[in-house]
DNA sequence: ACGACTATTGCGACTCGCTCGCATTAGCCA
DNA sequence: TGGCTAATGCGAGCGAGTCGCAATAGTCGT
């Protein structure tokens, strides 16, 4: 925990919907409804999120609300910290509140998601710098492969 | 050496683009110019092309050739072993011969990928097989981070 | 060498997941 | 209350494929 996406200046964490709308406010940005759905979408589930999915989710309650609106606040909020987003192989981009980084291991076959803790990066990621000169960044993509049931 | 991806029946590999249209034959596929073409693409350069890349080139030869065309005769010969394809977080896929299996860091920043040994690997494969059940790919999807200069 | 059979092709239309420019709206502060 | 400008809705556009269909062309048997 404490961990969140690196190198955004002005970045911080948000535990809280208030919070998230704080630091919002702080970094000079206004306190829409949209932007306020939104976050409400993110902090009612702690799963993984497609745009689309949020949107639905928004509109049920302010159907004007735009797609690409979201896309932006999407950005907006990460560019905060206040979430980050992962690629899990072929399909959309997913976002989740930054409170919780993890890797993730995607079934190529069955499309099922594993949670894992960073720390199982670890030897990889010395392996990677030693030889390499590579920093990984374990959260952004997935790591693909097969699960138990389907391998 | 000698790995192609898995579970594919039928598959094989090929040494020689004379090899490969072989295969193509004894799987009741028909020669094609557009697929000699683009076999020859690939076997020109050992790097990673994408579809767009590979279409120039072999339109070079035959204009008419549609990027359809290209696209079907991928995922035919991948199917049957001869190459293999990658996808390297954003951007298009790309594909390599079956010949040189291996893993692929690339850096968020300025793209630059490196080709690691599958066998870096083999910890993560272990534990992700052990307390997760999990069989990683690691050739298909590129591991993500900031190479040297970047970091 | 000739058909017939059917794999393959070219073409165009379409999808998905975004991204962008632009005119309008609406937060926020004085 | 007004003004400044961030944010929004809308629609068009884009990259990377994917698909249905009618026309074409490899291959094989004779």
Known sequence: MGRHAPGKPG???AATLEDALELVRSEGGRVT????????ALFASSGHRTAEDL???????APDIHISTIYRNL????RL??????????GPT????????????VCEECGRLIEVPESIFDGLAKQARTRFGFTIDPHHFAMLGRCADCS
């Not at 409804?33 to 409400?40: A, D, F, H, P, T």
């Not at 949107?55 to 309650?61: G, K, L, P, R, Y």
């Open 33 to 40: 409804s949209s932007r306020r759905l939104l976050l409400q």
């Open 55 to 61: 949107a639905v989710e928004v509109q049920a309650e």
């Open 75 to 78: 950005e907006e909020l990460e």
């Open 11 to 13: 970045a911080g964490e």
């Open 81 to 90: 910290g206040v979430i980050v987003h992962s690629h899990f192989g072929h």
């Open 94 to 105: 997913t976002y989740h509140l930054a409170t919780s980084v993890h890797g993730h291991f």
